[in-house]
């Protein structure tokens, strides 16, 4: 069965400090794997997809970047964090007709 | 681009009460639309998948349905109990890579 792994699980970060969140699926081959962030107040808005290794696509003009390095590895990075940054990324996965979600990451920057 | 909502932000019922949760989107031209469960602090939890060539699914207490022509779906819990007291979410998908487009959520809390 398919599994898809978060870390770390929770974070916080001073303003300025880089950012790494790295995301792992397992039990499945060539996966789309996308990025979501949660933000107070806000609904769940999509941040990156990738259709395969070295193809990302952004859908939000912001201060992150993701990456995948491997077929079922998806990072998502900063340089520099910003105060709107904080929020809840939710990884997810789709080998079809529906997505699935991992146990996503509570970012805190202070 | 799709925009999805959901009305009422927020519901408080008594144990025991049938009740139903609204989505609506904006565009009709959608692949699947999908239910969330989402608890505090907790990623998301799959509770029901409708394709677009579908009206309704059906998964023990719940019931979603979709009418694609007027844009709308809903969530309907039959036997409230305080454990379905979370976040629930409906999301579109128009069938590409391109991911899933939510709605902003209802709160919902079961009174025991």
């Known amino acids: 069965s398919q599994t898809i792994h978060q870390w770390p699980a929770t974070l916080v970060q001073p303003v300025g400090s880089p950012l790494s969140l790295e995301c792992t699926v397992e039990g499945t081959s060539n996966p789309n794997l996308y990025w979501y962030r949660q933000a107070a107040g806000r609904g769940l808005q999509l941040l990156f997809y990738s259709v395969g290794i070295g193809q990302i696509s952004s859908e939000v003009p912001q201060n992150l970047s993701a990456s995948r390095p491997q077929d079922r590895q998806f990072i998502l990075s900063s340089k520099k964090l910003l105060l709107s940054d904080s929020g809840f990324y939710l990884c997810a996965w789709s080998g079809g007709n529906r997505e699935y979600f991992g146990p996503g990451t509570r970012l805190l920057v202070l | 681009k799709q925009e999805v909502t959901q009305i009422p932000a927020a519901l408080s019922v008594p144990e025991g009460e049938n009740l139903v949760l609204n989505c609506s989107f904006t565009?009709?031209?959608?692949?699947?639309l999908q239910w969330f469960r989402q608890d505090p602090g907790k990623g998301l939890t799959s509770l029901l998948l409708i394709q677009s060539s579908q009206r309704e699914q059906t998964s023990g207490r719940l019931n979603a349905s979709l009418d694609k022509s007027s844009g709308r779906s809903t969530l309907y819990i039959a036997a409230s109990q305080p454990g379905d007291s979370a976040t629930y979410l409906c999301?579109?998908?128009?069938?590409?890579?391109?991911?899933?487009?939510f709605g902003k959520g209802t709160h919902l809390i079961i009174q025991p």
């Open positions: 565009d009709s031209a959608i692949y699947n």
């Open positions: 999301a579109a998908s128009g069938g590409g890579a391109d991911g899933l487009t």
